[in-house]
């Protein structure tokens, strides 16, 4: 095809041409170069024939004597217009004055600062394991979905390695700061209370009378105190038959000792009452394993103290669609520490452990170390005979006095005889 021009001057195709006759067109990226006549350009192709997707791959280089140049056609640092259009550059004969069309190619130069390291393609590891072979794979073919899931999952990655870096300095510069002995003796402090100390009442161990140590109020707040003022009048107006009545019948020796020897008139009474009632609704809720609503029936509680008592002593499970109120073992043993610390109120500061256990179903071991949990000081009383010589149980009590005992860890169970 020839067209004729308005200079004297025609266009002539080259026809087909290989990728060896394809023009350069050169872009240096750090500007203009004023001595273009300077420069040397070499380029240089993969040796590669046989691979279609490498035998097309240049690299141009251009040296001059202050700098050189590097651009290339693939990879990271080529101009991806490449392959989005295709360029044209025309070559003028001035003797014949006919232009040659040829087809050309662009090439990024950049460049290269002696001493500079660059990226080498790294080489295939051999030793890759199966989950990163799969994410290599995902990476060249996978979906969008898998690639996102493939991006989060590396940094999550990221973020439990920073973790982990965050928390070794912290604990170091705590170690640094405390000194590892205080630590170790911190861990034995704590390790000493057990897991019972998840579920022992507030306490205030700083507290300069032994009435703050374990707050009433936060076993029983001012609302629920009122709340139990018609159920506490139904206990103090037991009469003298009444509760030995209950103690033949097997009642709760802790709550009918307290109804025995509570003041006759006064607050006091009123006070001692009310506690006794929610004793004993604790301690038939230790004995209990599921609580309905009988329960609640049965003994006239109000709103408030079924809610408080739910609440605060029992697990919600479902079973068989439904949901129920389990009292578990742990919660046997909140039952057993919150039950002691209203009998330290209710007997000046001081608890028969004996009693206490029996009522709540559990054994002495257990009582003991939910006291020693709480801090207080365990005395027995010595055995002595009564007017019928018959030998009283020995009983053991639990005294709150400042400052708390520190117990050492529980070493009291004891081992098993071995048959013989």
Same mark, same amino acid.
């Given at each position: 095809?020839?067209?004729?021009?308005?200079?004297?001057?025609?266009?002539?195709?080259?026809?087909?041409?290989?990728?060896?006759?394809?023009?350069?067109?050169?872009?240096?990226?750090?500007?203009?170069?004023?001595?273009?006549?300077?420069?040397?350009?070499?380029?240089?192709?993969?040796?590669?024939?046989?691979?279609?997707?490498?035998?097309?791959?240049?690299?141009?280089?251009?040296?001059?004597?202050?700098?050189?140049?590097?651009?290339?056609?693939?990879?990271?640092?080529?101009?991806?217009?490449?392959?989005?259009?295709?360029?044209?550059?025309?070559?003028?004969?001035?003797?014949?004055?006919?232009?040659?069309?040829?087809?050309?190619?662009?090439?990024?130069?950049?460049?290269?600062?002696?001493?500079?390291?660059?990226?080498?393609?790294?080489?295939?590891?051999?030793?890759?394991?199966?989950?990163?072979?799969?994410?290599?794979?995902?990476?060249?073919?996978?979906?969008?979905?898998?690639?996102?899931?493939?991006?989060?999952?590396?940094?999550?990655?990221?973020?439990?390695?920073?973790?982990?870096?965050?928390?070794?300095?912290?604990?170091?510069?705590?170690?640094?700061?405390?000194?590892?002995?205080?630590?170790?003796?911190?861990?034995?402090?704590?390790?000493?209370?057990?897991?019972?100390?998840?579920?022992?009442?507030?306490?205030?161990?700083?507290?300069?009378?032994?009435?703050?140590?374990?707050?009433?109020?936060?076993? $029983?707040?001012?609302? !629920?105190?009122?709340?139990? #003022?018609? *159920?506490? %009048?139904?206990?103090?107006? /037991? @009469?003298?038959?009444?509760?030995?009545?209950?103690?033949?019948?097997?009642?709760?020796?802790?709550?009918?000792?307290?109804?025995?020897?509570?003041?006759?008139?006064?607050?006091?009474?009123?006070?001692?009452?009310?506690?006794?009632?929610?004793?004993?609704?604790?301690?038939?809720?230790?004995?209990?394993?599921?609580?309905?609503?009988?329960?609640?029936?049965?003994?006239?509680?109000?709103?408030?103290?079924?809610?408080?008592?739910?609440?605060?002593?029992?697990?919600?499970?479902?079973?068989?669609?439904?949901?129920?109120?389990?009292?578990?073992?742990?919660?046997?043993?909140?039952?057993?520490?919150?039950?002691?610390?209203?009998?330290?109120?209710?007997?000046?500061?001081?608890?028969?452990?004996?009693?206490?256990?029996?009522? $709540?179903?559990?054994? !002495?071991?257990?009582?003991? #170390?939910? *006291?020693? %949990?709480?801090?207080?000081? /365990? @005395?027995?009383?010595?055995?002595?005979?009564?007017?019928?010589?018959?030998?009283?149980?020995?009983?053991?009590?639990?005294?709150?006095?400042?400052?708390?005992?520190?117990?050492?860890?529980?070493?009291?169970?004891?081992?098993?005889?071995?048959?013989?």
């Amino acid at each position: 095809m020839t067209t004729i021009m308005a200079a004297a001057c025609s266009l002539v195709c080259c026809g087909e041409e290989n990728d060896s006759d394809k023009a350069s067109i050169v872009r240096f990226s750090n500007g203009c170069v004023r001595s273009e006549d300077k420069l040397d350009f070499t380029m240089y192709k993969n040796a590669d024939n046989s691979n279609p997707r490498k035998r097309s791959r240049r690299i141009l280089v251009a040296e001059s004597d202050r700098l050189s140049y590097v651009g290339q056609n693939f990879g990271a640092g080529s101009l991806k217009c490449n392959n989005l259009c295709k360029y044209y550059v025309g070559v003028l004969n001035k003797q014949t004055m006919q232009m040659e069309v040829h087809s050309a190619q662009l090439f990024n130069m950049q460049p290269v600062i002696p001493g500079e390291r660059t990226e080498s393609a790294k080489p295939q590891d051999t030793a890759q394991t199966y989950r990163e072979k799969v994410d290599s794979l995902i990476e060249a073919f996978g979906t969008n979905k898998q690639k996102r899931a493939l991006t989060s999952r590396r940094l999550n990655e990221v973020g439990k390695d920073t973790l982990h870096n965050a928390v070794t300095k912290a604990a170091n510069t705590v170690i640094d700061q405390k000194g590892l002995e205080a630590l170790q003796q911190e861990v034995v402090d704590t390790e000493s209370q057990g897991e019972l100390a998840l579920y022992l009442p507030p306490c205030n161990a700083d507290a300069d009378k032994r009435e703050n140590v374990y707050p009433f109020d936060s076993l $029983l707040s001012p609302v !629920e105190f009122a709340a139990l #003022e018609q *159920a506490g %009048s139904k206990m103090a107006a /037991l @009469t003298t038959e009444e509760l030995q009545k209950m103690k033949n019948d097997g009642g709760y020796l802790s709550v009918v000792r307290h109804l025995e020897n509570m003041p006759t008139v006064g607050e006091g009474r009123e006070k001692a009452a009310r506690c006794a009632f929610y004793l004993s609704l604790l301690l038939k809720m230790a004995r209990q394993r599921n609580i309905s609503r009988k329960f609640w029936q049965e003994e006239g509680c109000p709103r408030i103290i079924q809610n408080k008592l739910l609440k605060t002593f029992t697990v919600e499970i479902f079973n068989n669609g439904r949901l129920q109120n389990t009292v578990s073992a742990s919660m046997r043993a909140k039952l057993a520490a919150y039950s002691l610390a209203l009998l330290l109120h209710m007997g000046q500061m001081t608890a028969d452990l004996t009693s206490l256990h029996r009522d $709540l179903g559990i054994t !002495e071991l257990r009582m003991t #170390e939910v *006291a020693k %949990s709480m801090g207080l000081t /365990l @005395t027995k009383q010595p055995r002595s005979k009564t007017d019928e010589t018959a030998l009283r149980d020995d009983h053991r009590e639990a005294s709150l006095l400042l400052p708390l005992v520190k117990h050492d860890q529980f070493t009291e169970r004891r081992k098993r005889k071995k048959m013989h």
